[in-house]
């Protein structure tokens, strides 16, 4: 028997992907702000959303009566969630209230995405018991997200993830593509030296909610790619990946950008539990590049 999954923010960069999984096997309700979905698919069906509370997302559980929730929803422009704090605290905090509130009671398990940015940037890579200190309003929505779901008592997992990037439908450019564009135009790049992690391409972070979802997993689990760089280096080992010129690739310090959030700097995340855990290996960053360039969202079979 088909999982029923309901999939707040369907049409962002990882609802895609995990259509992309989970449409074959699963049937899925989408949720998302726009009044019309783009997916085609006899197993999905598709509902728009006016709001996040309780009340706005009654109607979805109470018909489609999912067997599992993942949240792919977020809000995620951290310079502008300073000034936007309602907005960031609303997509982060208050839908995760009400996903909790509509899961608890009727036992469903629900997936939810995290962020490196829950942490200071002091001393990672983290493990999952590592204490939160985040430095900005988008890391402190996302901290009180875990929060919500981890005193809720219900069967759950939060993925914590890290500079997520992939193609899709009506996306804005993930930081590759735009990192493509400029150095094929013959144009500079400044890329930071002193930003480190280990991005994830999301149907590797699709893969491991999937995976979650699947054995039912329950608790914190880290997800990103095993190669801890810092952005600048990323961006040299792609520009090598696409023979592209890495000499257009300037080396920058964060205090020069002048972003209104802070930025956690030494970060990154320990993946050593969730593969254990969950039986899975996660693609290096050369191999994540490589399947991310291939991939082309024009010929994904979600119609």
Not at 77 to 86: C, L, S, T
Not at 111 to 132: I, Q
């Amino acid at each position: 028997m088909r999982q029923r999954v309901l999939l707040p923010g369907c049409h962002g960069r990882l609802g895609q992907h995990l259509l992309r999984l989970l449409l074959p096997d699963c049937e899925v309700l989408g949720l998302d702000r726009q009044p019309e979905s783009f997916v085609a698919h006899s197993n999905f069906r598709y509902q728009q959303i006016q709001g996040v509370s309780r009340t706005a997302l009654r109607v979805p559980f109470r018909d489609f009566q999912p067997d599992a929730v993942i949240n792919a929803a977020a809000y995620t422009a951290v310079d502008k969630a300073e000034e936007e704090r309602e907005a960031c605290w609303q997509a982060n905090v208050d839908l995760v209230r009400s996903l909790v509130e509509l899961c608890r009671p009727r036992g469903i398990w629900l997936g939810h995405v995290s962020t490196d940015y829950v942490f200071d940037g002091a001393d990672g890579p983290y493990e999952e018991d590592a204490r939160p200190a985040p430095l900005n309003v988008y890391g402190q929505s996302k901290l009180a997200g875990e929060n919500l779901v981890r005193g809720a008592e219900l069967p759950a997992a939060i993925v914590r993830t890290i500079v997520v990037y992939g193609k899709g439908h009506a996306l804005a450019p993930d930081f590759f593509t735009w990192l493509e564009g400029e150095l094929r135009a013959g144009r500079e790049v400044g890329i930071v030296t002193d930003q480190w992690g280990n991005c994830i391409w999301a149907m590797e972070l699709a893969r491991v909610l999937a995976r979650a979802m699947e054995r039912r997993a329950s608790g914190l689990y880290h997800a990103g790619c095993p190669d801890l760089m810092s952005r600048h280096e990323m961006a040299l080992a792609f520009a090598g990946e696409l023979g592209l010129d890495g000499d257009l690739v300037r080396p920058v310090a964060t205090a020069q950008l002048g972003q209104a959030a802070e930025r956690p700097l030494r970060s990154g995340l320990d993946c050593e539990r969730t593969c254990r855990e969950l039986g899975l290996s996660l693609l290096g960053f050369r191999e994540s590049i490589r399947a991310w360039s291939a991939d082309r969202p024009e010929l994904w079979s979600i119609n």
